[in-house]
């Protein structure tokens, strides 16, 4: 199998093997690059995806105005090593970016991923401004008509202005939580929209108190076979391997470099 093959299959320390042999022949093998990011991250290795997806983002944007690049994973790998305010306020630098017009590329619904992310880091920071700022920029795109496509219905349902049934039909086409969960088992994009709605619906229980149902969530989203594109199923993981190890964070670990 080759790099993209191993990577697939979840065979992770043979495809960034392989994707750095690649990397030894050619330094500009773009794919290669990004491919390896992948792997490192899926692998747990964060330190070491961060220097090739930041190569990647260069390149993206250097390429495409308006990219947002991979600012969104960037944030998503920043937080997982515990550097918050960095991931925070890059992924505020991609909301204010669809705001004003900088970043014209977000999602088919306008750009909710990108505000909901915001959303799950406020809550967890206990950033109240982030939870207000990411909340109005979510109001602002719900009265779009692009807010019929995914993760649009997520959106609308963490503003209580659909049901999670039909937010659940909207990602699965199911409208239980069981059903919904055996049709992503046998269809990779109802499995990835499906790990994206258990996430943030798990970050709704959590501006509630209820811990434990959030924390529910967040082990049905990683049961999820890793579709390895969803910010979503990594931040889901470290949420639940700093539960179960009882890990804590500090202030003082956000800052260190």
């Not at 550097?83 to 909710?112: C, H, K, N, Y």
């Not at 995914?150 to 909207?170: K, Q, T």
């Not at 929209?193 to 959590?206: E, I, K, N, P, S």
Request: net charge negative; with cysteine.
């Amino acid at each position: 199998m080759d790099a993209y093959d191993l990577l697939k299959n979840h065979q992770y320390a043979d495809a960034i093997r392989e994707y750095r042999k690649r990397l030894e022949h050619n330094s500009e093998d773009w794919e290669a690059v990004g491919g390896l990011g992948c792997a490192l991250q899926a692998a747990g290795a964060y330190a070491e995806a961060l220097p090739f997806l930041h190569r990647l983002d260069e390149k993206n944007r250097a390429s495409l105005r308006g990219s947002p690049g991979r600012k969104l994973d960037l944030a998503c790998l920043y937080w997982l090593l515990d550097q918050r305010p960095v991931a925070m306020e890059t992924t505020r630098w991609l909301v204010q970016g669809i705001l004003d017009g900088s970043v014209e590329f977000g999602d088919r619904a306008g750009g909710v991923e990108q505000g909901l992310l915001l959303h799950y880091m406020g809550v967890t920071a206990r950033d109240k401004a982030a939870i207000e700022f990411s909340l109005s920029y979510l109001r602002k795109l719900a009265r779009k008509s692009v807010i019929q496509f995914w993760p649009g219905p997520l959106a609308r349902y963490m503003l209580r202005e659909i049901s999670f049934e039909d937010m659940l039909f909207a990602a699965s086409g199911e409208s239980t939580l069981r059903g919904a969960i055996e049709a992503a088992r046998g269809d990779i994009l109802k499995r990835r929209d499906t790990c994206v709605a258990l996430f943030h619906d798990g970050v709704g229980y959590r501006t509630e108190g209820q811990e434990d149902l959030c924390m529910g969530r967040m082990r049905q989203c990683v049961a999820l076979v890793n579709t390895l594109s969803e910010p979503e199923w990594y931040l889901a993981r470290y949420e639940v391997e700093r539960a179960t190890t009882g890990v804590q964070w500090h202030e003082d670990a956000a800052t260190r470099p």
